[in-house]
């Protein structure tokens, strides 16, 4: 067990508006107005410097309840930083347990699907087998394997209502070889897998896909989306629920998620130098809202394009081009997404200066509206807030930096208290 650090046990003391934020009309919405809570934050630990990682790898990819406890995601798929220690962070007993150790060179993040907590194996330490971990919240964590289809990676998990287990990823061979399927079905929870499609893919290295989601009763699992590349079609899939299968859409094209005007001129289909994928798509009131970080595939920049921060972005409909999002402040980047009591919260950052960023929270219960986005509460921190969650009336921060940002705090993990009076809807 690793205890509590540098704990303040002060609460917050501003004015409560609604039952879990200080929210302030969107057109007053100035810095100086939103409720500067640094002077109160708890910082509970970093179990990831305390395991010895370093560099991006102490990044807090990913924060998830479940259970009543606080997961982290840390490490780095591209400097190989696992095994990965599963830690949890218990309110109740003010602790972070370390319930497992991966053997992945990073958990990337998590997924929940009713009473079980999936990790995606992102990166096995070694072989091709290794294709998700789960517990449940009576059983301990169990590792899931099987030698087809061979997949290097397992970026993303979705269950679908039928039960099967759909996994997307790239093929140990992508480049050799993209006629291998880069996805993956289990029909019976684990036990075996077969390929579930996204094999003859068109573009250079567009068999390597990052994220699965429903929206608007359809499943969709992006490839990498190409920045500086020809705008062709057959690079996102579409899951056939007859078929059990991701299929290559031959109508939606690679700007379908991503902004013409970001991808940036039309070079042809090798300019891959940096791409962008699809960070926690989250469906909510018709609306797709998602914040975008970076990869790449190339040597020059592999290490340097690591999931930086890209941007925040809603899409109205398929079909439509999705909108960056601009929160009120006018210069923050969105960086994570959750659903808590009916609102959308967005974490996002403002670099202030090498040594300073800016954290903020904000809300909307309206994506039709840009200026909806109302803010809960900032604080100063020496690093970005890369990853947020809301549990037992606290929202939980996880640190970490982009490419050539200071190490400084990162993977710390941060609380900001709510009043006690202040309850879920």
């Not at 914040?291 to 890209?310: E, F, G, H, K, L």
């Not at 960086?335 to 009591?341: G, N, S, T, Y």
């Not at 020496?382 to 549990?391: G, I, P, Q, T, V």
Request: hydrophobic share 40%.
């Amino acid at each position: 067990m690793l205890k509590l650090i540098s704990v303040s046990h002060r609460r917050i003391s501003f004015p409560l508006v609604s039952t879990l934020a200080f929210v302030l009309s969107a057109s007053t919405a100035c810095s100086a107005q939103v409720p500067d809570v640094t002077e109160r934050l708890e910082t509970l630990g970093n179990p990831m410097a305390n395991d010895g990682k370093t560099g991006r790898a102490l990044n807090v990819w990913d924060l998830q309840r479940f259970g009543g406890k606080l997961y982290l995601a840390g490490g780095s798929t591209v400097s190989n930083a696992g095994p990965i220690n599963v830690w949890a962070y218990s309110p109740a007993q003010q602790t972070f347990v370390k319930e497992f150790t991966v053997r992945e060179e990073a958990i990337e993040q998590f997924k929940v699907f009713g009473k079980s907590l999936y990790i995606p194996a992102a990166d096995p330490k070694s072989g091709d087998k290794n294709k998700f971990y789960r517990r449940t919240l009576k059983q301990p964590w169990q590792l899931y394997k099987f030698k087809t289809p061979a997949l290097a990676h397992v970026r993303d998990l979705f269950k679908t209502k039928s039960g099967d287990i759909l996994l997307v990823g790239n093929n140990r061979r992508v480049f050799k070889n993209p006629s291998r399927p880069a996805a993956a079905i289990t029909r019976d929870q684990g036990a075996s897998f077969q390929g579930a499609g996204l094999e003859q893919a068109t573009q250079f290295a567009a068999n390597w896909f990052f994220s699965v989601f429903p929206y608007r009763g359809k499943i969709y699992a992006p490839s990498s989306l190409l920045r500086d590349a020809y705008n062709q079609t057959g690079v996102i899939g579409v899951y056939n629920p007859k078929r059990r299968k991701i299929e290559l859409s031959q109508t939606l094209r690679n700007d379908e998620f991503i902004p013409r005007t970001l991808l940036g001129p039309q070079v042809g289909a090798q300019g891959s130098e940096i791409i962008y994928r699809l960070w926690k798509p989250t469906a909510y009131k018709g609306y797709l809202a998602y914040p975008v970080r970076s990869y790449s595939y190339t040597q020059a920049t592999y290490q340097s394009a690591y999931m930086n921060s890209i941007g925040f972005y809603v899409k109205e409909n398929i079909g439509i081009t999705p909108t960056a999002v601009v929160f009120p402040d006018g210069q923050s980047v969105g960086e994570d997404v959750l659903i808590q009591d009916d609102y959308l919260y967005a974490l996002a950052n403002t670099k202030v200066s090498a040594e300073e960023f800016w954290v903020y929270v904000y809300r909307t219960k309206n994506l039709a509206d840009a200026r909806s986005w109302q803010p809960v509460f900032r604080f100063k921190s020496r690093n970005k807030a890369r990853s947020f969650e809301y549990l037992e009336n606290a929202f939980y921060f996880g640190l970490g930096q982009d490419h050539n940002d200071l190490v400084a705090d990162s993977g710390a993990i941060l609380r900001v208290s709510l009043p006690t009076a202040a309850k879920d809807d």
